[in-house]
């Protein structure tokens, strides 16, 4: 007996499948929401060493973290991790009352790429490579990380600097991040972001500086001498003149501000326990440029390292 076509179930006759109208348009709606749906779980990770004075955070909805991996400052006997949990000023006494060597290490490649490994796209900056082998690490977590994972979008940018102009950069990269920038896009801006800030320091002593190497020894420091200096396009430090006092510091602070063509803008000034004077330098800049935002920040571990207590850095 030959089977009835009423008979099948709706299934089997297709009455359940859809039409090829209806076919159309679930191809265009997941063509358009799907990558929306990706996009929106797309994760983000700046990374810095802990040469930016940033302490990790996240957005409030988690797309956009900003993480740090330490640098280790030995003063002694003792390892102190420049991590979020590190006591600044309790390093800053052990310092000063140590007469033996010390020294830093930079972030392990593990270090680097643990973070790497926490989000889909990952931009990192770390201190200047010429004086440090921070970059030389992350470049081999990145080899590591898209060895493991070759669909990884990961860039490392050389800040050929340190501390507050790695900061404003971190803050320019998140900026791009929200207005929705495809990676490379922000990536290369962010190399020309880099070439267009300047860095300034203003201290009263260069003593880990020219032990460590950082700098050549100076002639003509005295008492209540403050020096100051600023980081070269090579990304090195250069002693540029001094100035007896703290008043002056700040006035010559300023001065090479103008000099270099500031006229307003985002500034990021790093102070070590010295924030009166990063107060001070904030009202001389907003006397000039009513147009600037300043962000006043203590140092964390390695800049307090080098700054040492009561040393001024600026950005702009």
């Not at 310092?95 to 931009?123: V, Y």
């Not at 990961?154 to 495809?182: H, M, N, W, Y």
């Not at 290369?188 to 500086?209: V, W």
């Not at 107060?279 to 040492?308: F, H, M, V």
Request: with cysteine; hydrophobic share 40%.
């Amino acid at each position: 007996m030959k089977e009835n076509v009423q008979d099948r179930p709706a299934a089997v006759c297709g009455a359940d499948r859809p039409t090829a109208r209806e076919r159309a348009f679930h191809a265009i709606t997941l063509k358009i929401f799907g990558k929306r749906e990706r996009k929106k779980h797309m994760n983000w990770n700046i990374i810095t060493d802990s040469s930016c004075d940033l302490l990790p955070s996240s957005s409030p909805d988690g797309g956009i973290r900003l993480t740090s991996v330490p640098f280790t400052i030995r003063i002694g006997e003792r390892d102190f991790v420049d991590d979020e949990h590190l006591d600044t000023m309790e390093m800053l006494s052990a310092m000063e009352q140590e007469r033996s060597a010390s020294h830093t290490s930079c972030p392990t490649p593990d270090a680097w790429l643990a973070q790497f490994e926490q989000a889909d796209c990952a931009i990192a900056i770390t201190i200047s490579s010429q004086l440090s082998g921070s970059m030389n690490s992350a470049l081999a977590a990145r080899d590591m990380a898209l060895e493991k994972d070759p669909d990884k979008k990961i860039v490392i940018l050389d800040s050929f600097s340190t501390g507050p102009e790695v900061l404003l950069c971190v803050k320019e990269i998140e900026r791009l991040i929200r207005q929705g920038l495809a990676f490379d896009d922000i990536a290369a801006h962010a190399r020309g972001f880099l070439q267009k800030t300047r860095i300034l320091f203003a201290l009263s002593s260069f003593d880990n500086l020219i032990k460590n190497g950082r700098i050549h020894r100076l002639t003509g420091m005295r008492p209540f001498f403050w020096g100051i200096g600023s980081g070269s396009d090579e990304g090195k430090i250069a002693f540029e003149s001094k100035a007896r006092g703290a008043k002056k510091a700040v006035q010559t602070l300023v001065s090479t501000m103008k000099e270099h063509g500031f006229i307003g803008g985002n500034v990021a000034i790093s102070h070590c326990d010295n924030f009166a004077l990063a107060q001070t330098l904030k009202n001389s800049i907003l006397d000039i440029w009513e147009n600037t935002s300043i962000e006043i920040l203590p140092t964390r571990g390695l800049c307090s390292y080098y700054a040492e207590r009561g040393g001024l850095i600026v950005s702009y």
